[in-house]
């Protein structure tokens, strides 16, 4: 089943609305119904008792024959009008269960797509989504005379940590280094965890290398702050650093692959002078 669109959500949901006023209606038309029904009943009653009382003349026989006729039609309407309300008020059931079986398969696609695009322990971006937005951000680039920076982000010392505590403390500083991250981006920044130890960071708009450089120092600042890590009960306290290399559209490259390729190769550049971060054009000079 194809997930609801909003469209379609909105036409259902007012569909569902008038139905419901529908149903209220019939069942005020109802009420007047049978209270109509009894007073003229009561009134059909009260005429025999009068008409026994003694000889009536052949034209009021007919008019209470008549009155009595009448009586039972608004009877049968009452019961029939029973009957068209018990079968709206199915199909209004029938809407409502619709209703969260269409609700839960669009949250079952939401999630299915959030999965697809996400990594599974930080839930930051995956690489898939972070291509996709470099590619996009290049076109917007391209048309605005922007620049754009990729900020290719490996932690140091990860490996220490992780051989010294095990996979689950690794985990737990993978997280906490993903939240810093990402706390730190702007709202048209992208964070991405690029596999491992290694994080993506575009940077839309991103200013001169003054600026790039500024950022960089303070990602570099915010992994180095401690990791406390609880386990089994006990905090274990772990830090790490960070070593990014820094790739500038257009000059270092002009495609979401050769950007990446140029900030990973200034990344090991950085790595090698421990000099936090290094742009990829001293990389290769």
């Not at 140091?156 to 981006?185: C, P, W």
């Not at 575009?202 to 890590?229: E, F, H, P, W, Y």
Request: glycine share 6%.
């Amino acid at each position: 089943m194809k997930p609801e669109t909003k469209s379609q959500a909105s036409k259902r949901v007012k569909a569902d609305v008038s139905l419901s006023k529908v149903l209220d209606q019939n069942e005020k038309v109802q009420g007047l119904v049978e209270e109509a029904a009894e007073d003229l009943s009561a009134l059909n009653n009260d005429l025999r008792k009068k008409v026994a009382a003694s000889a009536p003349p052949v034209a009021v026989k007919n008019a209470i024959k008549k009155s009595e006729a009448a009586e039972d039609k608004v009877v049968e309407a009452g019961e029939k009008l029973v009957v068209v309300n018990k079968d709206l008020a199915g199909e209004i059931d029938q809407l409502h269960a619709l209703h969260e079986e269409l609700s839960t398969t669009h949250d079952q696609a939401d999630t299915s797509r959030h999965a697809a695009l996400h990594d599974v322990l930080t839930d930051l971006p995956n690489r898939a989504l972070f291509y996709d937005r470099l590619e996009q951000g290049i076109e917007q680039a391209k048309r605005h005379g922007w620049t754009l920076a990729v900020l290719f982000v490996d932690l140091d010392g990860f490996k220490t940590i992780n051989d010294s505590y095990g996979h689950d403390v690794g985990d737990s500083v993978l997280k906490t280094i993903a939240e810093r991250l990402k706390q730190n981006a702007r709202a048209d920044d992208t964070v991405s965890r690029h596999g491992g130890d290694e994080f993506l960071y575009l940077l839309m708009s991103s200013g001169d290398a003054v600026d790039i450089a500024a950022i960089a120092t303070s990602i570099v600042n915010l992994t180095k702050d401690s990791c406390d890590i609880v386990v089994n009960g006990k905090t274990i306290r772990v830090s790490v650093g960070a070593s990014i290399g820094i790739s500038i559209f257009p000059q270092d490259g002009s495609t979401a692959t050769a950007l990446v390729k140029s900030a990973d190769e200034a990344m090991y550049k950085a790595k090698r002078e421990k000099s936090g971060y290094a742009f990829a054009r001293s990389a290769t000079s």
